[in-house]
């Protein structure tokens, strides 16, 4: 009965390759977001999504590509793995847009690029 | 950028201690201010300010929020070993569709 669910819990890689992060909320929120969590904690928001639709983009490298099949999915690929790219990437939703506040964020996924 | 600055970056106290973590920041257009606990893995939510000078208290933990100073106190009284996490501020932006986040503070409490 989780509510946000991320997979993989750890992922661990090589520099250059690609790969996809998935995300499903089952509380019916209408806004999802990916957050993402550096070696100090900083949290930054990367993107958000409403009801499918990109709302925010934090400048992020377009080696990152959100899709949103359904408002309950969020998933998140990234082509050409960068040293840089190791975090915590965390998803999060809430139940509407202006609502963010009330986040219900994910257990993360860490990513390790060799 | 550092917008929302958390202090201490660290602490250790033992259990029974009070602490008092502060988050100050530099916006002054902003819907909220919000306190997060992150133990191993998610941040779970503890108390949302949008008022100045108005406490929140939850248990052992109360928050306040001081708009003309421009920071958030969090306060854990009677401080227990399962208190130990990390301990995050964010700002909600006037449009509640981001938040910033503040570095955290680690709290440990030593039994």
């Known amino acids: 009965d989780t509510a946000v669910s991320q997979t993989p819990k750890y992922l661990v890689t090589q520099m250059g390759n690609d790969k996809s992060i998935k995300c499903e909320q089952n509380?019916?929120?209408?806004?999802m977001y990916w957050y993402k969590q550096d070696s100090k904690k900083f949290l930054k928001i990367m993107f958000s999504?409403?009801?499918?639709?990109?709302?925010i983009n934090e400048t992020v490298p377009n080696r990152f590509s959100p899709k949103s099949p359904d408002k309950a999915h969020l998933n998140l690929h990234i082509n050409s793995l960068e040293l840089g790219d190791s975090a915590v990437y965390f998803c999060a939703s809430s139940r509407r847009q202006q609502l963010n506040e009330k986040l219900f964020f994910g257990s993360g996924t860490q990513l390790s690029v060799l | 950028e550092d917008k929302v600055v958390q202090s201490p970056l660290s602490l250790v106290v033992h259990e029974g201690d009070t602490v008092t973590l502060n988050c100050s920041y530099e916006?002054?257009?902003?819907?909220?201010l919000l306190w997060y606990k992150q133990e191993k893995k998610a941040p779970t939510f503890l108390f949302m300010l949008?008022?100045?000078?108005i406490e929140k208290k939850s248990g052992r933990l109360s928050s306040i929020l001081d708009k003309k100073e421009l920071f958030s106190i969090l306060n854990i009284t009677a401080t227990q070993t399962g208190d130990s996490a990390i301990y995050l501020c964010a700002l909600a932006n006037n449009a509640g569709n981001m938040l910033t986040f503040g570095g955290g503070t680690r709290l440990m409490v030593k039994p």
């Open positions: 949008t008022s100045s000078g």
């Open positions: 916006v002054t257009n902003f819907r909220s």
């Open positions: 509380l019916g929120h209408d806004t």
């Open positions: 999504y409403n009801n499918k639709e990109l709302i």
